[in-house]
Protein backbone atom coordinates (compact mmCIF):
# COMPACT_ATOMS: atom_id res chain seq x y z
CA UNK A 1 0.00 0.00 0.00
CA UNK A 2 0.87 3.48 -0.35
CA UNK A 3 1.03 6.06 2.74
CA UNK A 4 1.93 9.70 2.13
CA UNK A 5 3.59 11.93 4.43
CA UNK A 6 0.20 14.17 5.77
CA UNK A 7 0.22 17.84 4.49
CA UNK A 8 3.04 17.34 2.24
CA UNK A 9 3.03 20.85 0.87
CA UNK A 10 2.07 22.94 3.19
CA UNK A 11 5.42 23.35 5.33
CA UNK A 12 8.48 25.41 4.65
CA UNK A 13 8.83 27.78 1.79
CA UNK A 14 6.02 28.03 -1.22
CA UNK A 15 8.71 29.76 -2.84
CA UNK A 16 10.93 27.04 -2.99
CA UNK A 17 8.21 24.34 -3.07
CA UNK A 18 6.81 26.14 -6.50
CA UNK A 19 10.12 26.74 -7.95
CA UNK A 20 11.45 22.84 -7.20
CA UNK A 21 8.02 21.44 -9.13
CA UNK A 22 8.37 24.15 -11.55
CA UNK A 23 12.12 23.45 -12.06
CA UNK A 24 11.50 19.85 -12.54
CA UNK A 25 8.57 19.42 -14.47
CA UNK A 26 10.08 22.05 -16.92
CA UNK A 27 13.44 19.88 -17.23
CA UNK A 28 10.87 16.65 -17.79
CA UNK A 29 9.28 18.49 -20.81
CA UNK A 30 12.99 20.00 -22.10
CA UNK A 31 14.38 16.18 -22.28
CA UNK A 32 11.40 15.07 -24.07
CA UNK A 33 11.42 18.00 -26.34
CA UNK A 34 15.46 17.69 -27.20
CA UNK A 35 14.57 13.38 -27.91
CA UNK A 36 11.95 14.40 -30.48
CA UNK A 37 14.50 16.59 -32.65
CA UNK A 38 16.69 14.17 -31.93
CA UNK A 39 14.99 11.66 -33.50
CA UNK A 40 14.38 13.99 -36.39
CA UNK A 41 17.77 14.75 -36.76
CA UNK A 42 18.84 11.06 -37.13
CA UNK A 43 16.36 10.31 -39.43
CA UNK A 44 17.26 13.43 -41.97
CA UNK A 45 20.74 11.68 -41.51
CA UNK A 46 19.34 9.03 -44.00
CA UNK A 47 18.95 11.22 -46.95
CA UNK A 48 15.38 10.75 -47.99
CA UNK A 49 13.36 14.33 -47.63
CA UNK A 50 10.27 11.63 -47.62
CA UNK A 51 11.35 9.80 -44.41
CA UNK A 52 11.41 13.15 -42.48
CA UNK A 53 8.20 13.80 -43.70
CA UNK A 54 7.02 10.20 -42.03
CA UNK A 55 8.51 11.03 -38.97
CA UNK A 56 6.26 14.48 -38.69
CA UNK A 57 2.97 12.65 -40.19
CA UNK A 58 3.40 10.08 -37.06
CA UNK A 59 4.76 12.46 -34.49
CA UNK A 60 1.29 15.09 -34.99
CA UNK A 61 -0.91 11.50 -34.43
CA UNK A 62 1.45 11.25 -31.57
CA UNK A 63 0.50 14.86 -30.23
CA UNK A 64 -3.09 14.57 -30.70
CA UNK A 65 -3.12 11.36 -28.65
CA UNK A 66 -1.33 13.15 -26.11
CA UNK A 67 -3.66 16.11 -25.77
CA UNK A 68 -6.24 14.03 -25.60
CA UNK A 69 -4.66 12.25 -22.71
CA UNK A 70 -3.36 15.38 -21.13
CA UNK A 71 -6.59 16.59 -19.65
CA UNK A 72 -6.58 13.06 -17.78
CA UNK A 73 -2.92 13.29 -16.12
CA UNK A 74 -3.83 16.56 -15.15
CA UNK A 75 -7.37 15.67 -13.20
CA UNK A 76 -4.91 12.76 -12.11
CA UNK A 77 -3.25 15.17 -9.93
CA UNK A 78 -5.57 17.25 -8.69
CA UNK A 79 -8.30 14.09 -7.42
CA UNK A 80 -5.24 12.48 -5.82
CA UNK A 81 -3.61 15.39 -4.46
CA UNK A 82 -7.11 16.79 -2.92
CA UNK A 83 -7.43 12.77 -1.22
CA UNK A 84 -4.24 13.18 0.25
CA UNK A 85 -4.35 17.12 1.87
CA UNK A 86 -7.94 15.89 3.17
CA UNK A 87 -6.56 12.36 4.98
CA UNK A 88 -3.28 12.99 5.66
CA UNK A 89 -1.66 9.51 5.76
CA UNK A 90 -4.57 7.75 4.46
CA UNK A 91 -3.74 5.00 1.98
CA UNK A 92 -4.59 5.80 -1.63
CA UNK A 93 -3.50 2.53 -4.03
CA UNK A 94 -6.69 2.01 -5.66
CA UNK A 95 -6.96 5.50 -6.60
CA UNK A 96 -3.93 5.41 -8.06
CA UNK A 97 -4.28 2.20 -9.72
CA UNK A 98 -7.46 3.41 -11.19
CA UNK A 99 -5.80 6.51 -12.40
CA UNK A 100 -3.07 4.30 -14.26
CA UNK A 101 -5.94 1.88 -15.36
CA UNK A 102 -8.54 4.83 -17.04
CA UNK A 103 -5.48 6.67 -18.77
CA UNK A 104 -4.43 3.37 -20.66
CA UNK A 105 -8.20 3.05 -21.45
CA UNK A 106 -8.63 6.18 -22.79
CA UNK A 107 -5.20 6.36 -24.78
CA UNK A 108 -5.85 2.84 -26.20
CA UNK A 109 -9.44 4.18 -27.35
CA UNK A 110 -8.20 7.45 -29.05
CA UNK A 111 -5.53 4.56 -30.74
CA UNK A 112 -7.86 2.95 -32.11
CA UNK A 113 -9.71 5.98 -33.79
CA UNK A 114 -6.82 7.28 -35.09
CA UNK A 115 -5.86 3.78 -36.46
CA UNK A 116 -9.22 3.72 -38.14
CA UNK A 117 -8.94 7.17 -39.36
CA UNK A 118 -5.24 7.32 -40.63
CA UNK A 119 -5.68 7.63 -43.97
CA UNK A 120 -8.13 10.69 -44.09
CA UNK A 121 -5.98 12.13 -41.28
CA UNK A 122 -3.29 11.63 -43.03
CA UNK A 123 -4.89 13.63 -46.11
CA UNK A 124 -5.72 16.63 -43.25
CA UNK A 125 -2.54 17.33 -42.54
CA UNK A 126 -1.02 17.10 -46.07
CA UNK A 127 0.70 14.55 -46.74
CA UNK A 128 1.34 12.66 -50.16
CA UNK A 129 1.17 9.06 -50.99
CA UNK A 130 4.75 8.27 -51.05
CA UNK A 131 5.07 9.93 -47.31
CA UNK A 132 2.04 8.37 -46.06
CA UNK A 133 3.52 4.64 -47.38
CA UNK A 134 6.73 5.24 -45.21
CA UNK A 135 4.85 6.39 -42.56
CA UNK A 136 2.94 3.30 -41.75
CA UNK A 137 5.55 0.85 -40.10
CA UNK A 138 6.42 4.05 -37.87
CA UNK A 139 3.33 5.35 -37.04
CA UNK A 140 1.66 1.81 -36.38
CA UNK A 141 4.71 1.43 -33.48
CA UNK A 142 4.62 5.28 -32.78
CA UNK A 143 0.42 4.90 -32.12
CA UNK A 144 1.41 1.53 -30.31
CA UNK A 145 3.59 3.55 -27.92
CA UNK A 146 0.79 6.04 -26.71
CA UNK A 147 -1.21 3.98 -24.47
CA UNK A 148 2.24 3.35 -22.78
CA UNK A 149 3.29 7.17 -22.66
CA UNK A 150 0.05 7.78 -21.26
CA UNK A 151 0.20 5.41 -18.34
CA UNK A 152 4.19 6.46 -17.77
CA UNK A 153 2.78 10.41 -17.86
CA UNK A 154 0.14 9.84 -15.46
CA UNK A 155 2.77 7.97 -13.00
CA UNK A 156 4.73 11.39 -13.21
CA UNK A 157 1.80 13.38 -12.22
CA UNK A 158 1.19 10.44 -9.34
CA UNK A 159 4.37 11.48 -8.01
CA UNK A 160 4.19 14.77 -8.44
CA UNK A 161 1.29 14.95 -5.94
CA UNK A 162 2.94 12.71 -3.60
CA UNK A 163 5.70 15.01 -3.25
CA UNK A 164 7.93 12.67 -5.29
CA UNK A 165 9.23 15.13 -7.24
CA UNK A 166 12.95 13.33 -8.05
CA UNK A 167 11.37 10.26 -9.16
CA UNK A 168 8.60 12.39 -11.26
CA UNK A 169 10.93 13.98 -12.96
CA UNK A 170 13.15 10.60 -13.43
CA UNK A 171 10.08 9.36 -15.85
CA UNK A 172 10.36 11.34 -18.57
CA UNK A 173 14.10 11.52 -18.37
CA UNK A 174 14.47 7.90 -18.31
CA UNK A 175 12.46 8.04 -21.73
CA UNK A 176 14.20 10.69 -23.10
CA UNK A 177 17.39 9.50 -22.24
CA UNK A 178 16.57 5.64 -23.49
CA UNK A 179 15.19 7.22 -27.03
CA UNK A 180 18.52 9.49 -27.76
CA UNK A 181 20.27 6.20 -26.88
CA UNK A 182 18.18 3.77 -28.65
CA UNK A 183 17.87 5.91 -31.87
CA UNK A 184 21.08 5.78 -33.72
CA UNK A 185 21.69 2.15 -32.71
CA UNK A 186 18.32 0.93 -34.10
CA UNK A 187 18.35 3.28 -37.00
CA UNK A 188 21.67 3.07 -38.47
CA UNK A 189 23.96 0.16 -36.01
CA UNK A 190 20.87 -2.32 -36.99
CA UNK A 191 20.06 -0.44 -40.47
CA UNK A 192 16.82 -0.35 -39.82
CA UNK A 193 16.24 2.99 -41.11
CA UNK A 194 12.86 4.85 -40.01
CA UNK A 195 11.41 1.12 -38.32
CA UNK A 196 14.63 1.67 -35.86
CA UNK A 197 13.18 5.13 -35.22
CA UNK A 198 10.10 3.76 -34.63
CA UNK A 199 11.52 0.62 -32.41
CA UNK A 200 13.50 3.23 -30.47
CA UNK A 201 10.34 4.88 -29.27
CA UNK A 202 8.25 2.01 -28.58
CA UNK A 203 11.66 0.87 -26.11
CA UNK A 204 11.72 4.40 -24.84
CA UNK A 205 7.97 4.36 -23.57
CA UNK A 206 8.22 1.12 -22.51
CA UNK A 207 11.21 2.05 -20.14
CA UNK A 208 9.75 5.47 -19.12
CA UNK A 209 6.33 2.88 -18.20
CA UNK A 210 8.86 0.61 -16.07
CA UNK A 211 10.58 3.29 -14.51
CA UNK A 212 7.17 4.97 -13.37
CA UNK A 213 5.49 1.89 -12.52
CA UNK A 214 9.01 0.91 -10.02
CA UNK A 215 8.81 3.92 -8.38
CA UNK A 216 5.03 3.94 -7.57
CA UNK A 217 5.91 0.65 -6.44
CA UNK A 218 8.69 1.61 -4.39
CA UNK A 219 6.70 4.12 -2.37
CA UNK A 220 4.64 1.00 -1.19
CA UNK A 221 2.56 -0.55 -4.06
CA UNK A 222 -0.20 -0.75 -6.58
CA UNK A 223 -3.78 -2.53 -5.76
CA UNK A 224 -6.00 -4.02 -8.43
CA UNK A 225 -8.54 -1.96 -9.55
CA UNK A 226 -12.19 -2.34 -8.06
CA UNK A 227 -15.17 -1.82 -10.45
CA UNK A 228 -17.50 -0.12 -8.32
CA UNK A 229 -14.49 2.20 -6.90
CA UNK A 230 -13.40 2.68 -10.41
CA UNK A 231 -17.04 4.26 -11.66
CA UNK A 232 -16.82 6.46 -8.41
CA UNK A 233 -13.16 7.77 -9.20
CA UNK A 234 -14.01 8.15 -13.22
CA UNK A 235 -17.27 10.03 -12.38
CA UNK A 236 -14.78 12.53 -10.39
CA UNK A 237 -12.49 12.95 -12.96
CA UNK A 238 -14.78 13.49 -15.81
CA UNK A 239 -15.53 17.14 -14.75
CA UNK A 240 -12.26 18.17 -14.68
CA UNK A 241 -10.26 16.52 -17.58
CA UNK A 242 -13.12 16.63 -20.18
CA UNK A 243 -12.92 20.58 -19.95
CA UNK A 244 -8.89 20.14 -19.94
CA UNK A 245 -9.03 18.12 -23.27
CA UNK A 246 -11.42 19.83 -24.96
CA UNK A 247 -9.71 22.88 -24.31
CA UNK A 248 -6.05 21.70 -25.39
CA UNK A 249 -7.53 21.32 -29.06
CA UNK A 250 -7.90 24.98 -29.53
CA UNK A 251 -4.49 25.51 -29.96
CA UNK A 252 -4.07 23.07 -32.57
CA UNK A 253 -6.72 25.47 -35.23
CA UNK A 254 -5.31 28.42 -34.34
CA UNK A 255 -1.77 27.58 -34.94
CA UNK A 256 -3.79 26.02 -38.49
CA UNK A 257 -5.39 29.18 -39.24
CA UNK A 258 -1.90 30.85 -38.63
CA UNK A 259 -0.12 28.34 -40.97
CA UNK A 260 -2.71 29.06 -43.65
CA UNK A 261 -2.48 33.09 -43.82
CA UNK A 262 1.57 32.55 -43.56
CA UNK A 263 2.06 30.02 -46.31
CA UNK A 264 0.45 32.68 -48.59
CA UNK A 265 3.23 34.73 -47.90
CA UNK A 266 5.90 32.32 -49.03
CA UNK A 267 8.94 29.93 -47.66
CA UNK A 268 10.50 32.95 -45.62
CA UNK A 269 7.42 33.17 -43.72
CA UNK A 270 7.19 29.41 -43.44
CA UNK A 271 10.66 28.86 -42.15
CA UNK A 272 10.37 31.86 -39.62
CA UNK A 273 7.50 29.99 -38.15
CA UNK A 274 9.12 26.56 -37.97
CA UNK A 275 12.06 28.52 -36.04
CA UNK A 276 10.04 30.10 -33.56
CA UNK A 277 8.26 27.19 -32.68
CA UNK A 278 11.26 25.62 -31.66
CA UNK A 279 12.30 28.41 -29.70
CA UNK A 280 9.39 28.89 -28.47
CA UNK A 281 9.36 25.48 -26.84
CA UNK A 282 13.03 25.48 -25.34
CA UNK A 283 12.67 29.23 -24.57
CA UNK A 284 9.08 28.44 -22.26
CA UNK A 285 8.86 24.73 -21.62
CA UNK A 286 8.63 26.05 -17.47
CA UNK A 287 5.79 27.81 -18.54
CA UNK A 288 4.09 24.60 -20.29
CA UNK A 289 4.53 23.01 -16.97
CA UNK A 290 3.29 24.99 -14.91
CA UNK A 291 -0.35 23.11 -14.55
CA UNK A 292 1.05 20.12 -13.96
CA UNK A 293 3.78 21.24 -11.25
CA UNK A 294 1.09 23.71 -9.19
CA UNK A 295 -1.41 21.40 -9.37
CA UNK A 296 -0.31 19.31 -6.55
CA UNK A 297 0.85 21.66 -4.23
CA UNK A 298 -2.69 23.50 -4.63
CA UNK A 299 -4.62 20.56 -4.53
CA UNK A 300 -3.26 19.59 -1.67
CA UNK A 301 -3.43 22.72 0.73
CA UNK A 302 -7.21 23.28 -0.67
CA UNK A 303 -7.38 19.38 0.89
CA UNK A 304 -6.03 20.28 4.07
CA UNK A 305 -7.77 23.22 4.46
CA UNK A 306 -4.59 25.76 4.59
CA UNK A 307 -5.92 28.70 2.24
CA UNK A 308 -2.74 31.03 3.46
CA UNK A 309 -0.51 28.57 1.81
CA UNK A 310 -2.47 28.46 -1.74
CA UNK A 311 -2.50 32.06 -1.57
CA UNK A 312 1.71 31.93 -0.70
CA UNK A 313 2.19 29.45 -3.34
CA UNK A 314 0.04 31.44 -6.50
CA UNK A 315 1.76 34.47 -5.45
CA UNK A 316 5.70 32.48 -5.68
CA UNK A 317 4.36 31.05 -8.58
CA UNK A 318 3.53 34.46 -10.11
CA UNK A 319 6.84 35.96 -9.06
CA UNK A 320 8.81 33.03 -10.62
CA UNK A 321 6.54 33.43 -14.48
CA UNK A 322 6.97 37.28 -13.87
CA UNK A 323 11.07 37.30 -13.27
CA UNK A 324 11.54 34.16 -15.64
CA UNK A 325 9.52 35.83 -18.62
CA UNK A 326 11.39 39.23 -18.37
CA UNK A 327 15.02 37.40 -18.39
CA UNK A 328 13.97 35.28 -21.39
CA UNK A 329 12.76 38.69 -22.99
CA UNK A 330 16.51 40.21 -21.98
CA UNK A 331 18.59 36.91 -23.28
CA UNK A 332 15.94 37.02 -26.42
CA UNK A 333 16.15 40.83 -26.96
CA UNK A 334 20.47 40.66 -26.99
CA UNK A 335 20.67 36.80 -28.81
CA UNK A 336 17.85 37.45 -31.79
CA UNK A 337 20.71 39.47 -34.55
CA UNK A 338 23.17 37.02 -33.38
CA UNK A 339 20.49 33.88 -34.00
CA UNK A 340 19.36 35.57 -37.49
CA UNK A 341 22.53 35.50 -38.64
CA UNK A 342 23.75 31.98 -37.52
CA UNK A 343 20.41 30.46 -38.76
CA UNK A 344 20.59 32.20 -42.10
CA UNK A 345 16.87 33.77 -42.04
CA UNK A 346 15.92 36.62 -44.44
CA UNK A 347 13.35 38.35 -44.83
CA UNK A 348 10.48 37.51 -43.29
CA UNK A 349 11.63 35.16 -41.18
CA UNK A 350 14.12 37.81 -39.77
CA UNK A 351 11.74 40.31 -39.31
CA UNK A 352 9.59 37.87 -37.52
CA UNK A 353 12.81 36.85 -35.25
CA UNK A 354 13.01 40.39 -34.39
CA UNK A 355 9.26 40.76 -33.50
CA UNK A 356 9.46 38.47 -31.16
CA UNK A 357 12.97 39.92 -30.00
CA UNK A 358 11.16 43.16 -29.86
CA UNK A 359 7.85 43.15 -27.98
CA UNK A 360 6.73 39.36 -28.43
CA UNK A 361 8.72 37.61 -25.16
CA UNK A 362 7.52 40.62 -23.27
CA UNK A 363 3.25 39.02 -24.34
CA UNK A 364 4.95 35.75 -23.56
CA UNK A 365 4.87 36.80 -19.60
CA UNK A 366 0.76 37.23 -19.67
CA UNK A 367 0.70 33.13 -21.35
CA UNK A 368 3.07 32.52 -18.36
CA UNK A 369 0.58 34.23 -15.83
CA UNK A 370 -2.30 32.44 -17.43
CA UNK A 371 -1.36 29.37 -17.09
CA UNK A 372 -1.05 30.09 -13.32
CA UNK A 373 -4.71 31.05 -13.82
CA UNK A 374 -5.60 27.37 -15.60
CA UNK A 375 -4.27 25.64 -12.39
CA UNK A 376 -6.82 27.43 -10.29
CA UNK A 377 -9.68 26.75 -12.56
CA UNK A 378 -8.45 22.97 -12.36
CA UNK A 379 -8.10 22.89 -8.89
CA UNK A 380 -10.80 24.96 -7.45
CA UNK A 381 -13.85 22.87 -9.44
CA UNK A 382 -13.99 25.92 -12.13
CA UNK A 383 -12.49 23.60 -14.95
CA UNK A 384 -14.84 24.69 -17.29
CA UNK A 385 -13.47 27.93 -17.41
CA UNK A 386 -10.28 26.67 -19.34
CA UNK A 387 -12.63 24.84 -21.92
CA UNK A 388 -14.27 28.80 -22.42
CA UNK A 389 -11.24 30.73 -22.60
CA UNK A 390 -9.33 27.91 -24.63
CA UNK A 391 -11.76 28.33 -27.41
CA UNK A 392 -12.45 32.03 -27.00
CA UNK A 393 -8.49 32.41 -27.29
CA UNK A 394 -8.30 29.96 -30.31
CA UNK A 395 -10.75 32.03 -32.46
CA UNK A 396 -12.29 35.44 -31.78
CA UNK A 397 -8.79 35.92 -30.36
CA UNK A 398 -6.84 34.55 -33.05
CA UNK A 399 -8.76 34.92 -36.55
CA UNK A 400 -9.47 38.97 -36.49
CA UNK A 401 -6.28 39.72 -35.11
CA UNK A 402 -4.39 37.78 -37.20
CA UNK A 403 -5.89 38.48 -40.50
CA UNK A 404 -5.66 42.33 -39.48
CA UNK A 405 -2.08 41.78 -38.28
CA UNK A 406 -1.08 40.33 -41.82
CA UNK A 407 -3.34 42.89 -43.68
CA UNK A 408 -1.00 45.62 -41.34
CA UNK A 409 2.55 44.02 -41.68
CA UNK A 410 2.46 40.84 -43.32
CA UNK A 411 3.92 38.02 -41.50
CA UNK A 412 5.46 39.73 -38.32
CA UNK A 413 2.05 41.58 -38.06
CA UNK A 414 0.04 37.91 -38.76
CA UNK A 415 2.47 36.28 -35.37
CA UNK A 416 2.04 39.54 -33.40
CA UNK A 417 -1.59 39.68 -34.22
CA UNK A 418 -1.93 36.44 -32.95
CA UNK A 419 -0.14 37.02 -29.80
CA UNK A 420 -1.58 40.61 -28.91
CA UNK A 421 -5.24 39.25 -29.62
CA UNK A 422 -4.57 35.61 -27.52
CA UNK A 423 -3.14 38.06 -24.74
CA UNK A 424 -6.14 40.39 -24.37
CA UNK A 425 -8.20 36.95 -23.90
CA UNK A 426 -5.43 35.68 -21.10
CA UNK A 427 -5.66 39.00 -18.89
CA UNK A 428 -9.91 38.29 -18.80
CA UNK A 429 -8.69 34.74 -17.87
CA UNK A 430 -6.31 35.66 -15.03
CA UNK A 431 -8.78 38.20 -13.90
CA UNK A 432 -11.67 35.35 -13.38
CA UNK A 433 -9.23 33.29 -11.89
CA UNK A 434 -8.10 35.79 -9.33
CA UNK A 435 -12.31 36.12 -8.76
CA UNK A 436 -12.54 32.28 -8.38
CA UNK A 437 -9.98 31.70 -6.13
CA UNK A 438 -11.41 34.52 -3.90
CA UNK A 439 -14.36 33.01 -3.84
CA UNK A 440 -13.14 29.78 -3.36
CA UNK A 441 -10.93 30.62 -0.34
CA UNK A 442 -13.71 32.15 1.88
CA UNK A 443 -15.40 29.10 1.88
CA UNK A 444 -12.05 27.10 3.36
Given amino acids: MIIYRPALFTHGSALRHVARMMGASGVGLL ?17 QPVLVGAVGLAKTLVFLNVAFCSGLVI ?14 SRVHSHLIAHLLFLAFLFSLFIVLLETMAFSRLTQWVGADTETVDAAKNFGWMALASCPLLAVSQTCS ?15 PLSGALSLA ?63 ATLGNLATPISLTYLMTILATMGASAMAGMAVMDRVMQFAYCFYFA ?15 GHSARVLATLKSAMALVVVYGLTVWFAVSLLA ?17 GAFGRAGAGLWIIFGLDFVAQAIFLTMGQARWVLIFAWVRGTLGTFPFVYLGAQWQGAPGALMGLWCGNALVSILSICMACYVCRRTLKGI
Fill in 75 to 88: SAGVLLSKAIGESG
Fill in 31 to 47: ATFLADIFTVIYVSQLS
Fill in 337 to 353: PLAVHHLNLEGAAAEMF
Fill in 290 to 304: IPSALVPILGQNMGG
Fill in 157 to 171: QVLRASGEVGRAVGV
Fill in 181 to 243: IADPIFIFGFEMGLEGAGAALALSATISLACGVWFLKGAGGIYKPQKGALLEHLRQILPIALP
